[in-house]
């Protein structure tokens, strides 16, 4: 405690939101997720004239060009600070690195969960107004798509979040994010093995992520919706760990 009563972990975290809700850029980036996972997916949703899809899938198939604008966001917290040396107020303000990280993610991920829900929310609705058929948005596939793909793109902030904090230099820092997600699908697209495809969409953040939002042929997916979001979920613990272990180890 400190003399205004609160805990050092609560000050921390204030300490960042207060950094990041007056920063436009970050702002602007939130809108940007919103919008662009919007008019993705009703893009898609518009073009669906038959019947044989995952309504869903498709009407959230925005997430994919969203989550690369959430990355950037991730990585935005870290590498400004770095950028401008800011980073030296930061850890004189707040000395337990461990602190800093954990109060960023917090903050991130809190912020990103807020600007996803709303995307995915918006997603949904486009869906049900465009797509023939289409299902309630409140049975339980299409709910279970809805909260998994909110917490694929925190997850993706949280990943961004980490490597920024290992890599430090934002422009190396994105490309190393977007490699991430992007090449695995990419190499499953290049390669003809079944098995190697399938492991690939197994292992790779984004495919295996992705999985969450399917709510039909699930008997027919590489990977579980939830087991699919728990190995993003590793990825990005594994980036938050090393992140967490340069920061401690290395100067300002």
Not at 133 to 142: E, I, R
Not at 220 to 239: C, F, K, R, S
Request: hydrophobic fraction near 55%; charge should be positive; include cysteine.
């Amino acid at each position: 405690m400190n003399a205004t009563g609160l805990p050092a972990w609560r000050r921390a975290c204030r300490a960042e939101w207060t950094k990041l809700r007056t920063e436009s850029g970050f702002r602007w980036l939130l809108a940007c997720a919103v919008v662009v996972t919007v008019a993705v997916g009703a893009a898609t949703s518009g073009t669906v004239r038959c019947c044989g899809y995952d309504p869903a899938r498709l009407a959230l198939s925005g997430v994919t060009v969203g989550q690369a604008v959430v990355a950037v966001l991730g990585v935005l917290c870290v590498g400004g600070e770095y950028g401008t040396g800011m980073i030296h107020t930061t850890l004189s303000a707040v000395p337990a690195r461990t602190r800093v990280l954990a109060a960023k993610a917090v903050v991130v991920g809190a912020a990103v969960a807020g600007a996803g829900l709303v995307a995915v929310l918006g997603s949904l609705l486009a869906g049900h107004l465009l797509l023939p058929g289409a299902p309630s948005m409140t049975d339980g596939p299409t709910l279970r798509a809805a909260v998994g793909s909110v917490l694929y793109l925190v997850l993706v902030a949280l990943l961004a979040l980490g490597l920024a904090f290992a890599v430090r230099e934002g422009a190396v820092a994105s490309g190393t994010v977007l490699a991430l997600l992007y090449l695995f699908p990419l190499i499953g697209h290049v390669v003809t093995d079944p098995w190697l495809q399938r492991q690939l969409s197994r292992v790779g953040p984004m495919p295996a992520g992705l999985a969450v939002q399917a709510t039909t042929g699930l008997d027919h997916l590489p990977i579980a919706p939830w087991t699919g979001l728990g190995v993003l979920a590793l990825w990005a613990a594994a980036g938050l760990l090393l992140g967490g272990a340069v920061l401690r180890r290395r100067d300002a």
